[in-house]
Nanobody, 112 residues
Framework: QVQLVESGGGLVQPGGSLRLSCAAS????????MSWYRQAPEKERELVAV????????NYADSVKGRFTISRDNSKNTMYLQMNSLKPEDTAVYYC?????WGKGTLVTVSS
């Protein structure tokens, strides 16, 4: 069955960096686009970044452009989200998604 497992979250100070990973299994990863979402406390889930199956097409939410980088390694069935210059408003649970499938999320807390 399809599994999406996020990792890499944690507590970081403002201005710091984290790299999230999403390990995928149960489908042909290299043939499908993937995405990262996040949900902050008491807010709706929002799209953060999208990457095509080859990595050739990428889009970001305006709020993270220039700070976050989405990437993937099809040989490892893994997608990444490099997050730099983190702000307190980036605090959220971060989820990876493929089609109707979601991971359980990883918590990112940006606080001093």
């Amino acid at each position: 069955q399809v599994q999406l497992v996020e990792s890499g979250g944690g507590l970081v100070q403002p201005g710091g960096s984290l790299r999230l990973s999403c390990a995928a299994s149960g489908f042909t990863f290299s043939m499908h686009g993937m995405s990262w979402y996040r949900q902050a406390p008491e807010k709706e889930r929002e799209l953060v970044a999208v990457i095509s199956n080859t990595g050739g097409n990428i889009n970001y939410a305006d709020s993270v452009k220039g700070r976050f980088t989405i990437s993937r390694d099809n040989s490892k069935n893994t997608m990444y989200l490099q997050m730099n210059s983190l702000k307190p408003e980036d605090t959220a649970v971060y989820y990876c998604r493929w089609a109707k499938y979601w991971g359980k999320g990883t918590l990112v807390t940006v606080s001093s």
